[in-house]
């Protein structure tokens, strides 16, 4: 019993349902709110914020799950967006690996670099299995589209990051 307890107040476990509310977001409201007509992507901006506050491997590590998770969602081939997420969420990371304390202008830097390549890793992946048509010349105004989106929304995101994957002292 006390094992399932830990299991369910664990930081994966917080960052799953996290992820839920995140995809309906995404889905529902997101996809309905189209500034010049680009959807604003809140998944890959979790994804580079995880990987901005805490590294490579946690950054991709929350890629692979929210990609997978938005995989049962899309109609594209089952792995690509866990592939182009986990590979935004490592990019964030990569981008501060060198920095012993990122500031928080840095962070938000790296946040905007990650969400324009996570923005074009996933046309190029598409690309790469074989669906055609989605590298065109529209990708410059999405990418600019949502690095705009991702950039004011990141602040409260870094937040919710934060504490989604903060580490808890457990008291039993």
């Not at 991709?60 to 799950?65: D, E, K, N, Q, S």
């Amino acid at each position: 019993m006390n094992r399932l307890i830990l299991v369910m107040a664990s930081r994966w476990m917080r960052l799953v349902l996290v992820l839920f509310i995140v995809l309906s977001l995404q889905t529902t409201v997101f996809a309905q709110l189209r500034p010049f007509g680009v959807a604003a992507q809140v998944v890959l901006l979790f994804v580079v914020c995880v990987g901005a506050n805490y590294g490579v491997s946690v950054g991709a590590l929350a890629g692979l799950i929210a990609g997978l998770m938005y995989d049962f969602v899309l109609t594209t081939p089952v792995g690509l967006g866990s592939l182009v997420l986990g590979l935004a969420g490592a990019t964030a990371g990569l981008l501060l690996y060198f920095f012993h304390n990122p500031t928080w202008w840095m962070r938000l830097v790296a946040i905007t670099i990650a969400s324009a390549l996570g923005e074009i890793y996933f046309p190029l992946a598409q690309a790469m299995v074989g669906l055609e048509g989605w590298l065109q010349l529209r990708l410059i105004k999405v990418t600019a589209v949502v690095v705009v989106v991702n950039l004011v929304l990141a602040p409260l995101v870094l937040v919710i990051t934060r504490w989604t994957l903060s580490e808890r002292r457990s008291t039993t």
